[in-house]
């Protein structure tokens, strides 16, 4: 039986029943970081404390928030954004958050993808890593459905539509989905329950399983250095504090990483403040009108590489690479053949695949947001080509890449 | 050995109830999501087909789906033969006959107004005679036959019952059952 002793203090109780100071030193004062990182490996702090503020103003949004097809527009439009008080900046916090984290998701990914931090043991922060991407754009799409607006309602018909699975006709599922033949009162209803529960509830598992994926096999660093952290913190318990290539976690290097965080705070409430309306629609400010299409009907900027990938293609052939492009980064660590976790910088044709994705992503999000006429719709045709040229090409510059 | 048995033949039975059980709240849980009755029962709209003009679109409701009523005039009717379809690269002609509706001795084109590529609304460009979906650049004849790509197919047409100079959607009639059989609309 486990043997209880009289506490000398509340936290020697608490350790008793708990084992607190065993969980902080796993979690915190021995979880060893390496010197030799950069800002970029804050990224994921920011994303986890903007997610945080989402969490806050959304929770201050469901107050007052009406999910019935007759009440949501101005329960959003007029109730929380001019009676409410303080209303408006839960919404404009909650908008500026939403769009910005996609952002920061890219940056973190694209950093990822720079040092090689998918491979050698960290292909589960890669996966648990995708994983949060696909729930967090599963939260930003029911979520942007809820104001009821033009874009709502447009993009709901739209999106949903997708599963009637092109040739298929799959029309039944589409209005399984919805609940009804068009977007109405039972498909708000459900997309509501989706994003302030369920999806949230994954979200918070998915990052439980991100950080534990980071655990054992630590975060990499800007050199493509193998650290071995136990001799690295031997050295750092000893005293050895400056030859040491590791730090502690708490509170060493969470005090690096709350500056970086505190740059980005004031950036995004300078948005929050001066610049909320990028993040709000100017369509979606018309009540939903199943009656009367918008003239253009084009996502949130975030997804719009992805929609750009569909739009060249007829309907079957346009979802298949809808699909592919969904589901592709998953595969990274196993598309790329080569045993380097070193940054690109050092992977010779891996370099320019790398600019390369990254340059094809921008054109692809900005000829998504251009009406597809013309030049524009030239130009987003070729850069889906070479999305997927990219991706086939892959496992074969690296599985010719020289080992450094 | 004896015990271990024991604990798997447990083990199994358990399985085998959290199985069914399993099964049962998966469908449980899908006939949930499922349109309600009362939605499905609001599914029928009465049209008074004698208000109609000639080349003017009119939009009207079903299922919450917008649906287009486009009486042709006998020029439509004469120029249809010149379309090409770029979808089947045939004139649209031989098709455009058989979607159109003969009510009262005039013809009518009835279809939900809906992109067969992804949901949105065309439009009716009336001096152009055809429609033209901002989306992705889709492009239907005033029959609502597919005449540009991206959408695969032309206009859906709903299940109707002709009823003198009444068209009720929703229900469907020998003549809608020639039109699926047709393959001239899929089932909507
Ligand atoms: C949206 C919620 C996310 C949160 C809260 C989050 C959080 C974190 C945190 C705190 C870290 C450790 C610090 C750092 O290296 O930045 C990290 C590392 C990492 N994350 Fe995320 N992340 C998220 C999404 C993603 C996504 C979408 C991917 C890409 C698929 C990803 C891939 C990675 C990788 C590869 C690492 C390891 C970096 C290294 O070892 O250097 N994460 N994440
Ligand atoms: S929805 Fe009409 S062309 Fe795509």
Same mark, same amino acid.
């Given at each position: 039986?486990?043997?209880?002793?009289?506490?000398?203090?509340?936290?020697?109780?608490?350790?008793?029943?708990?084992?607190?100071?065993?969980?902080?030193?796993?979690?915190?004062?021995?979880?060893?970081?390496?010197?030799?990182?950069?800002?970029?490996?804050?990224?994921?702090?920011?994303?986890?404390?903007?997610?945080?503020?989402?969490?806050?103003?959304?929770?201050?949004?469901?107050?007052?928030?009406?999910?019935?097809?007759?009440?949501?527009?101005?329960?959003?439009?007029?109730?929380?954004?001019?009676?409410?008080?303080?209303?408006?900046?839960?919404?404009?916090?909650?908008?500026?958050?939403?769009?910005?984290?996609?952002?920061?998701?890219?940056?973190?990914?694209?950093?990822?993808?720079?040092?090689?931090?998918?491979?050698?043991?960290?292909?589960?922060?890669?996966?648990?890593?995708?994983?949060?991407?696909?729930?967090?754009?599963?939260?930003?799409?029911?979520?942007?459905?809820?104001?009821?607006?033009?874009?709502?309602?447009?993009?709901?018909?739209?999106?949903?539509?997708?599963?009637?699975?092109?040739?298929?006709?799959?029309?039944?599922?589409?209005?399984?989905?919805?609940?009804?033949?068009?977007?109405?009162?039972?498909?708000?209803?459900?997309?509501?329950?989706?994003?302030?529960?369920?999806?949230?509830?994954?979200?918070?598992?998915?990052?439980?399983?991100?950080?534990?994926?980071?655990?054992?096999?630590?975060?990499?660093?800007?050199?493509?250095?193998?650290?071995?952290?136990?001799?690295?913190?031997?050295?750092?318990?000893?005293?050895?504090?400056?030859?040491?290539?590791?730090?502690?976690?708490?509170?060493?290097?969470?005090?690096?990483?709350?500056?970086?965080?505190?740059?980005?705070?004031?950036?995004?409430?300078?948005?929050?403040?001066?610049?909320?309306?990028?993040?709000?629609?100017?369509?979606?400010?018309?009540?939903?009108?199943?009656?009367?299409?918008?003239?253009?009907?084009?996502?949130?900027?975030?997804?719009?590489?992805?929609?750009?990938?569909?739009?060249?293609?007829?309907?079957?052939?346009?979802?298949?690479?809808?699909?592919?492009?969904?589901?592709?980064?998953?595969?990274?660590?196993?598309?790329?053949?080569?045993?380097?976790?070193?940054?690109?910088?050092?992977?010779?044709?891996?370099?320019?695949?790398?600019?390369?994705?990254?340059?094809?992503?921008?054109?692809?999000?900005?000829?998504?947001?251009?009406?597809?006429?013309?030049?524009?719709?030239?130009?987003?045709?070729?850069?889906?080509?070479?999305?997927?040229?990219?991706?086939?090409?892959?496992?074969?510059?690296?599985?010719?890449?020289?080992?450094? | 050995?004896?015990?271990?048995?024991?604990?798997?033949?447990?083990?199994?039975?358990?399985?085998?109830?959290?199985?069914?059980?399993?099964?049962?709240?998966?469908?449980?849980?899908?006939?949930?999501?499922?349109?309600?009755?009362?939605?499905?029962?609001?599914?029928?709209?009465?049209?008074?087909?004698?208000?109609?003009?000639?080349?003017?679109?009119?939009?009207?409701?079903?299922?919450?789906?917008?649906?287009?009523?486009?009486?042709?005039?006998?020029?439509?009717?004469?120029?249809?033969?010149?379309?090409?379809?770029?979808?089947?690269?045939?004139?649209?002609?031989?098709? @455009? &006959? #058989?979607?159109? !509706?003969?009510?009262?001795?005039?013809?009518?084109?009835?279809?939900? +107004?809906?992109? *067969?590529?992804?949901?949105?609304?065309?439009?009716?460009?009336? @001096? &152009? #005679?055809?429609? !033209?979906?901002?989306?992705?650049?889709?492009?239907?004849?005033?029959? +609502?036959?597919? *005449?540009?790509?991206?959408?695969?197919?032309?206009?859906?047409?709903?299940?109707?019952?002709?009823?003198?100079?009444?068209?009720?959607?929703?229900?469907?009639?020998?003549?809608?059952?020639?039109?699926?059989?047709?393959?001239?609309?899929?089932?909507?």
């Amino acid at each position: 039986m486990a043997h209880f002793t009289k506490a000398t203090s509340l936290h020697d109780w608490m350790n008793q029943r708990l084992g607190v100071d065993t969980l902080n030193r796993v979690l915190a004062t021995e979880y060893w970081i390496p010197k030799n990182i950069n800002f970029l490996w804050a990224m994921g702090m920011i994303l986890a404390i903007t997610f945080g503020i989402l969490l806050i103003s959304g929770i201050f949004l469901l107050m007052y928030y009406q999910p019935n097809v007759h009440l949501a527009f101005d329960s959003v439009n007029y109730t929380i954004m001019q009676e409410v008080g303080y209303g408006w900046l839960w919404r404009h916090v909650h908008g500026v958050a939403a769009s910005v984290v996609f952002l920061i998701i890219y940056i973190h990914m694209f950093t990822g993808i720079y040092y090689g931090s998918y491979k050698k043991g960290r292909e589960m922060i890669w996966i648990s890593g995708m994983l949060l991407f696909v729930a967090f754009s599963a939260e930003a799409f029911s979520g942007y459905m809820l104001p009821w607006g033009q874009m709502s309602y447009w993009a709901g018909m739209v999106i949903t539509n997708l599963f009637s699975l092109g040739g298929l006709h799959a029309n039944g599922l589409v209005e399984w989905i919805r609940g009804d033949y068009v977007p109405a009162q039972a498909f708000l209803n459900r997309f509501f329950m989706l994003h302030v529960l369920l999806i949230p509830l994954a979200i918070i598992g998915l990052i439980a399983l991100h950080f534990g994926a980071l655990r054992i096999p630590h975060v990499n660093n800007q050199d493509g250095e193998e650290v071995d952290f136990e001799v690295e913190s031997k050295k750092y318990l000893a005293g050895d504090t400056k030859n040491s290539k590791v730090i502690r976690f708490m509170n060493d290097f969470l005090a690096k990483d709350m500056m970086v965080v505190g740059i980005y705070l004031i950036f995004f409430f300078y948005l929050v403040f001066y610049h909320y309306d990028f993040a709000m629609d100017p369509v979606n400010f018309d009540p939903a009108n199943g009656l009367h299409t918008p003239t253009h009907i084009y996502p949130e900027w975030y997804f719009l590489w992805s929609y750009e990938v569909l739009r060249p293609f007829s309907t079957n052939v346009g979802l298949i690479a809808f699909a592919f492009a969904q589901v592709i980064f998953f595969f990274l660590p196993f598309l790329d053949r080569s045993p380097n976790a070193v940054p690109a910088s050092r992977r010779g044709l891996f370099q320019i695949w790398f600019w390369a994705m990254l340059v094809d992503m921008i054109v692809l999000t900005a000829m998504g947001k251009v009406p597809p006429e013309g030049s524009f719709s030239v130009i987003g045709h070729y850069a889906a080509l070479t999305f997927f040229a990219l991706w086939i090409a892959l496992p074969f510059i690296t599985k010719f890449e020289k080992k450094v | 050995m004896k015990n271990s048995s024991r604990r798997g033949f447990m083990g199994k039975a358990f399985g085998a109830v959290a199985g069914v059980g399993a099964v049962a709240s998966l469908y449980a849980m899908k006939r949930s999501w499922d349109p309600l009755p009362s939605v499905k029962a609001a599914g029928f709209t009465t049209l008074d087909m004698s208000e109609y003009k000639e080349n003017e679109l009119v939009v009207e409701k079903w299922r919450g789906k917008p649906i287009f009523v486009l009486k042709q005039s006998k020029e439509m009717l004469d120029t249809e033969d010149k379309n090409m379809s770029e979808i089947t690269g045939k004139t649209t002609s031989a098709m @455009d &006959k #058989k979607r159109l !509706l003969k009510i009262g001795g005039e013809y009518y084109m009835v279809c939900v +107004g809906l992109c *067969t590529h992804l949901g949105c609304i065309p439009g009716y460009r009336p @001096d &152009k #005679k055809d429609f !033209l979906c901002a989306c992705h650049g889709g492009m239907y004849d005033d029959a +609502g036959m597919v *005449t540009k790509s991206p959408p695969p197919r032309g206009f859906d047409i709903p299940p109707f019952k002709i009823d003198g100079m009444k068209l009720v959607l929703g229900e469907s009639s020998p003549e809608y059952e020639k039109m699926l059989a047709d393959g001239v609309t899929l089932k909507v």
